[in-house]
Every structure is written in structure tokens, then in C-alpha cells.
């Protein structure tokens, strides 16, 4: 059979072949091609397969490059051909390299799951394969939690018809996610998720159709670990609660340990013991028990964060005027956490040394932890507000804790608001201003010679904190409902650009970056 190479070159040209979709994982269908700097991922976030701007066509792991075709120079296009052949053009209708599978119409690359790149045929027939297959484990998610950057992940968000047994609409809206019901401030950048649902708001500024990710599919929470280890951020802190919804965070628990495992990440769980009720104490102890330790096994994992030889947990929300338990409720807990070989992290009010904004008696509690993460967001938007923060709370409370042998996780977030979901407050309540709110937290760290962070959140789309990939301006959200969107303060940023800064904020904390005062990254 005859190879066939300007012709189907002249079809790309002539707009006859397709861009690989935007959302699309784990295939190239036949007319589908990707450009320079174009990729697929697979579909459980493990590795993705990229048409270099060198010329080179390479598949990474969660390791690093794969398999790759081992070219170089200028292409134009990775074209899955009608005819079944891969083919890697250059410029002037010149192939690079291809697979010689011609002959076969209807076959399709997949790139599978366990990393290996198949070509088949319609009845399914291998025609080619890479022949190499994910390596065990990825790179190592080493010790616990000291002098990392930590992401807190809410995976809380489920949509009906996603396969989960909630099968509704949660923390996207009201029963239903149409104009006036939403209760999420900032619009998603939904065009990498394999798996998405349809809401009933209006099209896109773009005129796709506006649709939400399930945080149940594996998809999802592969899409996201993915990004953690792109953008060099170390691990995720897993909330948990005690809702009504027991099954269902129950299997994204067990997809989080996948994903971190795959991606090299270490995760670690973290009770909010909001709405728990006044059994709070005991209801966390059997949940540790019977599920996290022995149904889940998710302290068994090798991703699973260890600080010392002992398995990380947090516990948020001690002391707040708001939440329950007395002083010797949180003691107790927190000694019962030890007694079984655990490491123990508090969520606690920004006043918790100076007693403002805290239930009394609790600082006794608080020299019982072994690590303490004072909960910030919301005490500060100027970089004036940032800086008295530092000399009158954060330099205090890390020379109180070293005293006492206690470790320090400061948090840091971007920006805040919640007007979707709390009526009359304000749109764009504290602005990110294009990063500089974030960072003069982290550069403060640094000079404050602390390399430990905790960012809220990674996906809290909710109250707008979210440094995941996020709308870029008005194309990318409905056209009748107000979402914040990234250009909210002027500038046009990527969608990517808070995940880029959190990586240069970790690289100057760890000290592969010099510390500057300015964010560091470009907007685009």
C-alpha cells in the first residue's frame, strides 16, 4: 500500500484535518493533529504525549520523557492520517517520521493509561506500539511536610450524572447551577478535563457550551495532581468532613492516593470539623480508624506524608469561636492522634498566641500540636497589611514556636470572594492584584527564614482562594451569570498563572531562587 504524505499534509493546510480537542484524553482520532507545543494527556493524569517545539514527539511520565521519536527540527504537525498512518510532518509537505501503519483507515493512536502508545485498528487490531509502560511509583514523594509547599484540596464538587452515588449538583450551585443559583465565585478553565457536565447556564463568551468537572471522576483528580507536579508544588492537604456524603469522599479519598502515588506527590488527611457537632472527637477517631487506616489503607501508601517516621494529620479549626470543642476535648484528640504514631497539624485562628479571635484557654491546647498552620485568609489584601502582619504575627508566633519545639506552617492565599454564594458582599472582595497579594506572603516567609507554606487552596472555586487553572477573561466564562475571572485587576493573565507563581514562591522558600520582592513570573 502506498504511503500517502503531501496529500494528507495539503488536507491540514486546507483545514480538512483537526486540532486534537482541547478536553480530549487519551486518543488521536484519524484527521485529528497536534501543532508544536500541542499535547494529549492520559486519561488518569499519569503521562501525556507532547509535539515538542523541537521537532522531537515525546511521551513523559510522571518520572520524565518515556519514549520519544527522536527527531529534530521544524515541524508543523503530529497528524493521525485517515489511512492509518502517524505521521510527523516538517514544512513543504515533508514527512519527519510515522509509524509505516498506512493501509488501515479508521485506526487511531491511544495513549493509554499505563503509558504505552498503541495505534489500532477499527476491530481493535494493533498496528504499532511505543512498547514502554509507566514506571512504579514516579518520582519519589519524600518525607512529611517540613519545608514544603502544601496545596490544600477540597475535592468536594460532583455533578449529576457523574457516576457517584450523590448524583446532584454540590458547591457549584443550588440544585441547579443556572443564573442567580451558583454559589462558586471563580470560573474553572475547563478545557483540559476529559469529563465535564452540562449546566444550565448560558455558552461561554467563546460560544462553547458552559460545563463543570466532577471532582468524583479519576479524571479530574488525575487533571489536578498533574498540575500540582508540573508546577513543582509538593503535595495536598485532603479535607475531610463528617457530611451526609460519606461514600462519595470516600472514593475520591482513595483517587487522591492514586493520583499523588502516579504523580509523586505525598498527600496527608485534614479533619475540618466544621458542622461535626459535639461528637466531633469521636467521630473522627472511627473514621481514622475504621476507614482512613483500615478500609482505605491510605497510611499505607508510599505517598502518604510522614514527618519524623509518623504519619502526618491535621485537625482544623481548634479554638474557633464557631467550631466545637472545649479545651479538653482538643487535648484529648490530639493525644489520642499521638498514641497512634501520628504527627499532628492544628488549623488554628491567626490570634491563636494572642487570644483574639480565639475561644478561651486554648493556648495550652495549642503547645500540645506538633505543628501549628494559623488560618489567614481573609486578615490582610495590601501589601502594607501583609507586612504589619509579619512583624506583629509571623516573626512573633515562629520564634514562640521554636522556643517551644513546635514546627510552623504559615498559610498564604491569593485573593478572596464569595459574592455568588453570600449575598451583598462585594465582587472581587480581596483582589489578587495579578499575584502580588500571594506573593508578598511568600517573599515575607523568606525573609522571615520560612521555608514551610501552606496555600488555600488549590481547587476552592467556592470562595475564589482556587490557584488552579481559573478563566481568563470574559470568552472563557457564561455570558449571564458574573464570574471572577483572572483579568479582574486589569492585567490579562494565564490560566496557569497562579500555579506558576506557587512554583517560583516554593523554588524561592526551598532556595533555588534568589529572593526578590516582585513577582517573578510573566503574565502569560
Same mark, same amino acid.
Not at 514 to 519: A, K
Given at each position: 500500500m502506498k504511503r500517502t504524505w503531501a496529500l494528507s499534509f495539503l488536507f491540514i493546510l486546507a483545514g480538512i484535518g483537526s486540532y486534537a480537542n482541547a478536553q480530549t484524553c487519551g486518543v488521536l482520532r484519524p484527521g485529528e493533529f497536534l501543532a508544536p507545543n500541542q499535547s494529549v494527556p492520559t486519561c488518569n493524569g499519569v503521562g501525556r504525549l507532547v509535539h515538542q517545539s523541537d521537532g522531537n514527539v515525546v511521551f513523559y511520565d510522571a518520572v520524565g520523557a518515556l519514549w520519544a521519536s527522536g527527531t529534530q527540527g521544524t515541524t508543523v504537525s503530529l497528524f493521525m492520517q485517515s489511512d492509518g498512518n502517524l505521521v510527523l510532518y516538517r514544512a513543504a509537505n515533508m514527512p519527519l517520521w510515522d509509524t509505516a501503519t498506512y493501509g488501515n483507515p479508521g485506526a487511531q493512536l491511544a495513549i493509554q493509561d499505563d503509558c504505552n502508545l498503541v495505534i489500532r485498528g477499527p476491530a481493535g487490531n494493533v498496528l504499532w506500539t511505543s512498547d514502554r509502560f509507566c514506571r512504579p511509583g514516579g518520582p519519589t514523594a519524600s518525607g512529611g511536610v517540613k519545608n514544603k509547599l502544601i496545596a490544600g484540596y477540597q475535592g468536594w464538587f460532583s455533578a449529576p450524572n457523574d457516576g457517584s452515588n450523590v448524583n446532584q449538583w454540590v458547591h457549584w450551585g443550588r440544585g441547579v447551577v443556572s443564573p442567580g443559583n451558583v454559589t462558586f465565585e471563580l470560573y474553572p478553565d475547563v478545557r483540559e478535563y476529559p469529563a465535564l457536565f452540562p449546566t444550565s447556564l448560558a455558552n461561554l463568551g467563546n460560544g462553547s457550551p458552559a460545563r463543570l468537572f466532577s471532582s468524583f471522576t479519576d479524571s479530574t483528580i488525575g487533571v489536578h495532581f498533574r498540575w500540582m507536579r508540573e508546577h513543582n508544588i509538593d503535595g495536598a492537604a485532603l479535607q475531610r468532613f463528617m457530611d451526609d456524603r460519606p461514600a462519595m469522599r470516600n472514593s475520591i479519598a482513595a483517587k487522591v492516593r492514586s493520583a499523588a502515588e502516579a504523580n509523586g506527590r505525598v498527600f496527608y488527611v485534614m479533619y475540618d470539623v466544621s458542622g461535626m457537632g459535639p461528637d466531633f472527637a469521636g467521630r473522627i477517631q472511627a473514621d481514622w480508624t475504621n476507614t482512613i487506616v483500615n478500609s482505605l489503607q491510605l497510611t499505607a501508601s508510599p505517598s502518604y506524608a510522614r514527618e519524623n517516621g509518623k504519619v502526618v494529620v491535621s485537625l482544623w479549626g481548634i479554638g474557633f469561636p464557631d467550631r466545637e470543642g472545649s479545651p479538653q476535648d482538643w487535648i484529648n484528640l490530639i493525644n489520642w492522634f499521638k498514641a497512634q504514631g501520628a504527627y499532628v497539624i492544628g488549623g488554628v485562628p491567626w490570634g491563636w498566641r494572642t487570644g483574639e479571635g480565639v475561644k478561651p484557654n486554648f493556648l495550652n491546647v495549642y503547645t500540645q500540636l506538633n505543628m501549628i498552620s494559623p488560618w489567614t485568609v481573609g486578615a490582610y489584601s495590601t501589601d502594607a497589611d501583609v507586612d504589619s502582619y509579619r512583624t506583629t504575627r509571623l516573626i512573633p508566633d515562629r520564634d514562640f514556636l521554636a522556643a517551644r519545639g513546635i514546627d510552623y506552617q504559615p498559610v498564604a492565599f491569593p485573593g478572596f470572594a464569595w459574592s455568588n454564594w453570600v449575598a451583598n458582599t462585594p465582587r472581587n472582595q480581596i483582589p489578587r492584584r495579578r499575584g502580588n497579594l500571594f506573593w508578598r506572603q511568600a517573599y515575607n516567609l523568606k525573609r522571615s527564614n520560612i521555608s514551610t507554606m501552606? $496555600?488555600?487552596?488549590?481547587?476552592?472555586? *467556592?470562595?475564589? /482562594?482556587?490557584?488552579?487553572?481559573?478563566?481568563?477573561?470574559?470568552?472563557?466564562?457564561?455570558?449571564?451569570?458574573?464570574? #471572577? /475571572? #483572572?483579568?479582574? *485587576?486589569? $492585567?490579562?493573565?494565564?490560566?496557569?498563572?497562579? #500555579?506558576? #507563581?506557587?512554583?517560583?514562591?516554593?523554588?524561592?522558600?526551598?532556595?533555588?531562587?534568589?529572593? /526578590?520582592?516582585? $513577582?517573578?513570573?510573566?503574565?502569560?
Open positions: 501552606y $496555600v488555600a487552596m488549590f481547587d476552592e472555586y *467556592d470562595e475564589g /482562594t482556587a490557584i488552579a487553572k481559573a478563566a481568563e477573561n470574559s470568552t472563557m466564562i457564561p455570558t449571564n451569570q458574573y464570574f #471572577l /475571572t #483572572l483579568d479582574a *485587576d486589569g $492585567v490579562a493573565l494565564s490560566s496557569n498563572f497562579y #500555579l506558576r #507563581l506557587a512554583e517560583a514562591a516554593n523554588r524561592m522558600l526551598k532556595g533555588e531562587a534568589p529572593p /526578590t520582592s516582585t $513577582v517573578p513570573i510573566s503574565n502569560q
